[in-house]
T-cell receptor, first 114, second 113 residues
């Protein structure tokens, strides 16, 4: 059973550019969340998607946007990249009806902004 | 407001000795609590979770944690450390009514041979 799949694994972008990261949730999971993990820190919640809608958003600017598709996969888009956006971006999925259960995380996309 | 605090940024133990990672949370209600582990250049792996059932929770790889509501703590322990336990450990809380996971700052565990 495939877990959470993220692509690409590594990415280098130039300041001011735009980037799209992709996530395929674990089979049977319909809820996808995105997290940003800066070097040496714990992950920070960006937003969560459920039924193709943004259900909750963390403290991130509007440059960060997302989308969820009918097959539950998701994209994270970041516009006007800043050097400070360099981080590991993690996608997590879970069964929408199991609030008490842990999320399954992907291995992440390492974004470097130069 | 900080909802989860990991009391040690770094813990060093000898192989075969016990490991204790401390975590305190702030919540008016019983939250869902988790411990995740992250090995270098890897994603996060769930070690165990507390969801208002038994207060002593057993996880994978010999880890366990005890939920103490009176102390608002959820400390992680393992009786005997193995070299493969060297990693970053995160205490995580999900507040009632909230969808997001809030992570502590992490504890780096090193294991000496």
């Amino acid at each position: 059973d495939a877990g959470v799949t993220q692509s690409p694994t590594h990415l280098i972008k130039t300041r001011g550019q735009q980037v799209t990261l992709r996530c395929s949730p674990k089979s049977g999971h319909d809820t996808v969340s995105w997290y940003q993990q800066a070097l040496g820190q714990g992950p920070q919640f960006i937003f969560q998607y459920y039924e193709e809608e943004e259900r909750q958003r963390g403290n991130f600017p509007d440059r960060f946007s997302g989308h969820q598709f009918p097959n539950y996969s998701s994209e994270l888009n970041v516009n006007a990249l800043l050097l400070g956006d360099s981080a590991l971006y993690l996608c997590a999925s879970r069964d929408g009806g199991m609030l008490g259960y842990g999320y399954t995380f992907g291995s992440g996309t390492r974004l470097t902004v130069v | 407001a900080q909802s989860v605090t990991q009391l040690d940024s770094h813990v060093s133990v000898s192989e075969g000795t016990p490991v204790l990672l401390r975590c305190n949370y702030s919540s008016s209600y019983s939250p869902s609590l988790f411990w995740y582990v992250q090995h270098p250049n890897k994603g996060l792996q769930l070690l165990l979770k507390y969801t208002s059932a038994a207060t002593l929770v057993k996880g994978i790889n010999g880890f366990e944690a005890e939920f103490k509501k009176s102390e608002t703590s959820f400390h992680l322990t393992k009786p005997s450390a193995h070299m493969s336990d060297a990693a970053e450990y995160f205490c995580v809380v999900r507040m009632q009514g909230d969808y997001k996971l809030s992570f502590g700052a992490g504890t780096t565990v090193t294991v000496r041979a």
